[in-house]
């Protein structure tokens, strides 16, 4: 009853009137704010938690029935740091802080094998399903371990976030250990970690050293915005040669336009804490190429994968549009806008809004859908999955939500 | 200028009106042998030679033009084994021969780590990039290796055919080696290693005992046959516990409608080795039924992945239209027709090739397209990548051919 009254609190919002006000800024935050609160949260809070055994259930339907009960360590260490978040950002509810001990419980329980590294998945119970192959499940263990350490001042897990944070960098020359199928004979970096660490070090900047953070932060901006950014096209490279150079390879040509969007707002982040308005300027620049290059003109939307070259991409979904790539422009639009006003940036705001707000928001059921087809139509039509958690979507209408209310 | 001329011949068999005629399986039989030597042969024979280095380019856009030159085992060996057949089965041209060793030579001095397993992927010289992760590069290296050394008469490529049979027989309870993620809690089996088994035995059977290839006959028909195909529902499932039950998890769920289908021919080749009519019976009622429950009555044409319980899939390709799925589904009609004649069969295969031809055939460049979205769409325009070389088409072909040549 409580969900249900929430979501249709919502739709009395009256969105499109709100598109159509000048004094914008606090009517997006409203939204934004509400959605989050009367519509995301109150979804995850009655569907996903799994009383018998502890952590979450993500294999969420359109209506929020469970449709598989593996549990897959991204999305167990997303929603216990959603949680924690809202708990130290939006208001200290206990029911928050509970939710979240949820998951970090199962995570510290479950999640980790002998030498501190982090499984994929598990079986509903906490048995090990798929062997920790990537550093992933890693970064978003550390992210909830320290959120969480904050929010409930627990010191055992400050430790482990910062054990997991030094696991991680020890593992990044060589991410996924024995399961690496490459032979070294044309060596790539990816763009996913200076990416993710980017986000990570200010996450865990309450446990971490400040040399640390600092230095991090150094080598991440040099990584993002002088190596894996294309000075010649304006484009981000999901990988490139060690010695920064292209090379004319599938993985050498791909592009990934929601991670090259999302990285841009972690920058946007580092610049407003270091009053840097170069970076923010030149991650704004980024957010406007990424995005004129990948919109698509066709159907609308952001396509998912191209080909730096325009060959054919190896990834057959290259042209469906995602929940995730959508709100991180959003978020990085919204950022970029607060800090430079651009009316280019503002255009490019309310047509992701558009797309997004008509094409991936369900106000019948609550949530948000995860995946469309090219033309715009519902994929998949699951709120949650192996993939899909609690975290693009509340840490979006969170960001978006504060963009606006400070702008 | 050869290429283009007999294009041209393909469009003047007049395919429309060959399918109003009521002797059909002649016009057929000239349809898709006219193709195969007119059209799909002479397409890979002016564009995927490497003279240079060896072996074949397989990344081909929709002219033939080369977009990336990695080499791909599993395509090299497919390829190989392609023109060795067609000098053993269809003429025996020194031209085919040629073209069969380009590709021998290539797996044989490149393709093989120090163990006898075979790379994933080398680059265009042949160094090896991607390492052995699974037996299916092995697979498709005995199955060229076995046809060239009957075309060629080969004593050591013989050998090679034999040693890497044994080999995969070896790795088959732990295809993945080092590189399986899973940790065992929840085995499954897979049925892609009996349907490759019963494919390949047969095609090995000129260099083994007789005892082995009938032993691994038996064992295949019974695991295609008796454990992976439901009896209930009647469908064919991707993965099943070990004593065979099913088991609702992701994979535990899914179906792979082009698998299944494949599968069938190859059982329906075996039923008529063996005289076994209630083989190709069974074979053949399993092929409607698949084609009932995978075929998209909304935009027409034969799903990718489905979930054996009305699940969200996880594969966001789930809903497009491949190449391979479409033409296995042609041979398997045409088999089944031919041994059954039974009217409904006859029926699916109209429709399928009604779909199939009109939407993958690609007269104007020649070949067929390999991937296009629901809607039927070319989803993208390549010939030939990563998976698509030559192999599905031409064997197609040869394979409609041959069943209604017979008919």
Not at 244 to 268: K, Q, T, V, Y
Not at 307 to 312: C, F, H, I, L, V
Request: hydrophobic letters at 35%; a neutral charge.
């Amino acid at each position: 009853m409580y969900y249900v009254r929430h979501i249709n609190n919502r739709q009395n919002i009256g969105f499109s009137k709100l598109c159509r006000k000048k004094r914008k800024d606090m009517k997006f935050s409203n939204l934004y704010r509400d959605t989050l609160l009367n519509d995301i949260i109150p979804f995850w809070e009655q569907f996903s938690l799994d009383k018998d055994n502890g952590g979450y259930f993500t294999c969420l339907d359109k209506k929020g029935n469970i449709y598989d009960t593996d549990k897959f360590l991204w999305l167990q260490g997303r929603q216990a740091w959603t949680f924690s978040m809202l708990y130290n950002k939006v208001e200290k509810k206990q029911k928050w802080l509970k939710i979240a001990k949820h998951g970090i419980d199962f995570i510290k329980d479950h999640g980790m094998n002998a030498d501190g590294n982090f499984y994929f998945s598990t079986t509903k119970t906490g048995d090990p399903l798929i062997q920790p192959y990537n550093i992933f499940s890693d970064c978003f263990a550390a992210m909830a371990f320290s959120q969480y350490a904050i929010a409930s001042g627990n010191e055992e897990i400050k430790q482990l976030a910062v054990q997991t944070y030094f696991n991680i960098l020890k593992k990044q020359d060589n991410p996924k250990g024995n399961y690496e199928k490459s032979t070294g004979v044309r060596p790539l970096k990816s763009f996913a970690l200076p990416m993710i660490l980017s986000n990570l070090v200010l996450e865990l900047e309450d446990v971490l050293d400040k040399d640390e953070v600092e230095k991090t932060i150094d080598v991440s901006i040099h990584e993002i915005m002088e190596v894996f950014l294309d000075k010649e096209s304006g484009l981000i490279y999901e990988f490139v040669k060690p010695d920064g150079s292209l090379e004319d390879s599938f993985n050498g040509r791909l592009l990934n336009p929601g991670h090259g969007i999302e990285a841009m707002w972690f920058m946007i982040d580092i610049g407003v804490r270091r009053n840097d308005k170069a970076l923010i300027n030149k991650a704004t620049d980024t957010i406007i190429r990424i995005l004129e290059y990948s919109w698509d003109d066709k159907y609308d939307g952001i396509l998912y994968f191209m080909d730096a070259n325009g060959k054919p991409p190896q990834q057959l979904e290259w042209d469906q549009k995602l929940w995730w790539v959508h709100l991180e422009a959003l978020v990085a639009l919204s950022k970029a806008y607060k800090y430079t006003k651009r009316k280019d940036v503002w255009e490019w705001y309310e047509k992701v809004h558009a797309y997004s707000w008509k094409h991936f928001s369900d106000p019948e059921n609550g949530e948000w859908f995860g995946y469309l087809n090219r033309q715009g139509e519902v994929l998949l039509d699951l709120k949650g999955g192996k993939w899909k958690g609690c975290f693009h979507v509340p840490r979006a209408m969170y960001q978006c939500w504060k963009s606006f209310e400070d702008s």
